[in-house]
């Protein structure tokens, strides 16, 4: 394991009091209102970013032991916090289960049980990890259609009952493996405008939904409820709408044939940057096709942790070539320690950009390499490239960025909290398991984890 490190409650405490010195504003840390919660991002990024550079300047590239420059995370638990209270705010009715594929970061896994959260687990890994975090196994729910027969025989062994299916194999597989299951039929949706999508490997269509539900009756499995997924980064948030008035149309059909159903999982899929718009939907239409005693669950990803991590990653290489658009013109490629066989595996497997920002210029300092690296708030012209020999490991193609970087120079990506890590490899020798420094820019958040 990388080390990773909180940092110390009195070192937080002088970073951000010298932040809120710093500030005409004093306070907002930790209020809850929807535009409190906004100023409360702001200040929280400042802080994240003090971390960051603390960080990066003790870092001494031209004598430090191998991998002592690697990339490195600072996560702020206080953003998780306040996703928490945002969820709450907007879609009260709906008990989150944090789909633990997306980030199993064992202190953001700490913090969704502290909160009282469920978790959607898709493998005997990630129930392993739920249950190490102390949650009760009527907590978690086996979120994975297509089950492995072991994994189905450790979730009986455990006690892990609720689970989702959508063909007739996987109804034979748990009547034979775990009869007692509590049973989600996954249906269905239109996941056309959303940035992964899930429905061309997942989901039974409306058409043999009534014939998986007679079999399960037939076979005397308990079906309890219906899930969906409207993909992950959902772009339209009608496409909730739809799925959740297909589940009432599944439901009623479940009535009928004879199962008792009481759980909607309406899945993950929810952004940062749409949210409000979407749990407004999803909420009016939860209420106008499911009575207050239907439980609604969802299994929310992304939309908890992306914007909770931040990475700094650093310049190891540059060479000046011509501006591909204007040869007369220089520009510059950076090869950083971290790329698309690293936590930049977003762009590969989640469709992400990252945007590089500078952290920290040697030319900035006081010591500066004088007159061969100016400091400078010019634009230069950039690409960004990863460290392994393959050339699809490109971070991004062209960027402008203030003043001349150089080797030793550390950037910066916001955003990287969801599918970053967790889809890591070791590609080429380089490390998948990168120092996280853990931070709280909320009291609540605080409190709840002992920072
Ligand atoms: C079954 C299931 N639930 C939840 C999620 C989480 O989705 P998101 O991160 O978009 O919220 C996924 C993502 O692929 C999924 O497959």
Redesign the pocket.
Known sequence: MAPTACVSHAELCTIKQDYLDSLDHHGQVSSHGEDDLLQSRLTAKELVLDVLKKRATEVDVDHCGPGEEDAFYVADMGEVYRQHLRWKMNLGRVKPFY?V??NPDPEVLRLMAQLGNGF?C?SKSEIELALQAGIEPSRIIY???CKTKSYLRFAAEVGVKQM?FDNADELYKIKATFPDAELYL?ILTDDST???R?SMK?GASLDVAQQLLELAHQLELKVVGV?F?V????EDPTAFLKAVQDARMVFDQAEEVGHELHTLDV?????QSSFEKFAGILSDAIDSYFPPHIRII???????V?SAFTLAANVIARRDVPDPLDPSRDAYMLYLNDGVYGNFSNIIFDHQHPVAQVLTRAADQPADRGSLNPATSENFSYSIWGPTCDGIDVISERIDLPGLLNAGDWLYFEDMG??TKCSATRFNGFSDNHEVIYISSETGASALLNY
């Open positions: 789909a594929k997306c959607d898709a979120a994975q259609p989702t996954r959303s940035l992964c899930l997942f899930s997924h993909g992950s980064g959902a899945g993950g899929g929810f952004c969802a299994e929310p990803g992304r939309y908890y992306a969801a599918y």
